[in-house]
């Protein structure tokens, strides 16, 4: 295995084409490391992207837009007082995965690039409208968080392509988000059912949401029938229940022991209402 | 296997190493730096007993290549005491016999004073959930978490 240290994204994309047999980009390497060890993963390049400046900043841009480095670790979005004020969902998604040691090296962008359906931080940042800067061959493009997932396991980025970094929108006036998620124990296990709900208000009433469920299906789903039917309610009991119904009605989970189709179908309603109500509370200014 | 030179600091003393790019912080500290505190329970980041800090953060040293240890500052257990003088963590963990078998032990202890490090006081609760990376399985954790809790309070005495 040769290991590359490369001092720009381009040179890691550059690296990444050349290479004839399997390359993976290392970050936090929680992913990598674990699938090099079980043999599932044997890379032949190993792209480290660490010693790319400003791939461990975070930074609020004049638009107020946020930018978010590469190999910036979970533990370090979550010290963030900033980042936590204006995207608690999206902070509370990635804070659930895996131990304290985990977050001292796990990464957003790492989290999207497994392609686990389950991800705790993906459907927080898809209902945040996040997208990502994807350098490659043919330059560099803007994608949406949501357009990444593509099965389990499987990304749309073509060879060569690298995550550089991360955005989130402008908070802006009357925003609220929050993600919960369902396992069987209190800490250190992996979503059988994640929602994530996003939202603006204008006085007490929604004008613009959006709700993303994790582990129920390939991937993410952005479910369209549950934003609307928040959007124009003030989050009546009328409003909860198309929620949850429409929340349930996308579910195309797997039946597993952590899990059956119907557990998981019933649960993503469930979730849905109570993490609609987080939201709504704290886009009203409840913290 | 070309072989990649590694200069890190280790409990304040800066050391060198040769490193295959396959592996791991762990093996490294243990097999070429006779530093055998970190062990390994499980490799894949699930048990905490290879807890070790670099650059001040609480990682997993089984899921962090040698290589990236270039220019790091890693704290291990080794670095714990001071010459004979045992770290109060580690005094209490014998006073609330808070092991049994030790493979845990080392881990818990870099895990519990990174803690400490950042929350001088935590409720029982925190320290159940920091430390939930951290497997032991012959305590029930009851006594390691009385350790932790009785350490922090003594620290908060300055004695």
Redo the contacts between chains.
């Keep these: 295995m040769r290991y590359h240290t490369p001092a720009t994204f381009e040179d890691a994309s550059a690296i990444a084409v050349a290479a004839s047999g399997v390359t993976r980009f290392l970050a936090g390497g929680t992913d990598v490391l674990v699938q090099m060890r079980a043999d599932i993963v044997t890379p032949d390049d190993l792209i480290d992207i660490k010693h790319i400046p400003g791939v461990k900043d975070i930074v609020q841009e004049d638009d107020m837009c946020w930018s978010i480095g590469a190999a910036v670790a979970g533990a370090e979005l979550t010290a963030h007082e900033g980042l936590c004020a204006d995207w608690p969902g999206v902070i509370e998604g990635m804070g659930l995965v895996g131990s304290t040691q985990v977050q001292g090296r796990a990464t957003l962008i790492g989290n999207l690039c497994n392609g686990s359906p389950a991800a705790d931080s993906v459907p927080a940042l898809a209902a945040a409208g996040a997208e990502v800067s994807v350098v490659g061959p043919k330059g560099t493009r803007q994608v949406k968080v949501a357009d990444i997932p593509a099965g389990p396991g499987r990304t749309t980025l073509a060879k060569g392509e690298v995550i550089s970094g991360i955005y989130l929108p402008p908070r802006g006036k009357g925003g609220g988000d929050a993600y919960l998620r369902f396992i069987p124990r209190t800490e250190m296990d992996i979503a059988v059912v994640g929602c994530a709900v996003n939202l603006r208000v204008e006085g007490d009433k929604i004008t613009e949401a959006c709700v993303v469920l994790g582990a129920v299906a390939p991937t993410i789903v952005v479910v369209e029938d549950a934003a609307k039917a928040l959007i124009g309610s003030t989050l009546d009991a009328k409003a909860l229940d198309a929620l949850a119904a429409a929340a349930s009605a996308a579910c195309r989970p797997i039946n597993d022991k952590r899990g059956t189709i119907a557990f998981r179908t019933d649960v993503a309603g469930v979730l849905a209402r109570r993490a609609a109500k987080i939201a709504y509370d704290r886009a009203r200014g409840a913290k | 296997?070309?072989q990649?030179h590694v200069t890190t600091t280790v409990n304040g003393d800066e050391v060198e190493f040769l490193a295959d790019?396959?592996e791991?912080l762990l093996d490294c500290l243990r097999d070429k730096l006779g530093m055998t505190g970190a062990k390994e329970g499980c490799?894949?980041?699930?048990c905490?007993a290879c807890?070790v800090t670099?650059d001040g953060?609480?990682?997993?040293s089984?899921?962090?290549?040698g290589?990236?240890a270039e220019g790091k500052k890693i704290e291990t257990v080794e670095g714990m005491a001071e010459g004979e003088k045992l770290h109060p963590l580690q005094r209490k963990f014998i006073e609330h016999a808070a092991l049994q078998c030790g493979i845990c032990t080392p881990g818990i202890l870099v895990?519990a004073k990174?803690?400490l490090a950042q929350n001088p006081d935590p409720t029982e609760e925190e320290a159940r959930?920091?430390?939930?990376?951290?497997l032991c399985r012959c305590t029930g954790y009851d006594k390691i978490i009385r350790a932790v809790l009785d350490a922090a309070a003594e620290m908060r005495e300055g004695v």
């Design positions: 296997m070309t990649i790019p396959r791991t490799g894949t980041g699930d905490g807890s670099v953060r609480l990682v997993c089984c899921l962090v290549l290589v990236e895990a990174a803690l959930y920091w430390l939930a990376g951290n």
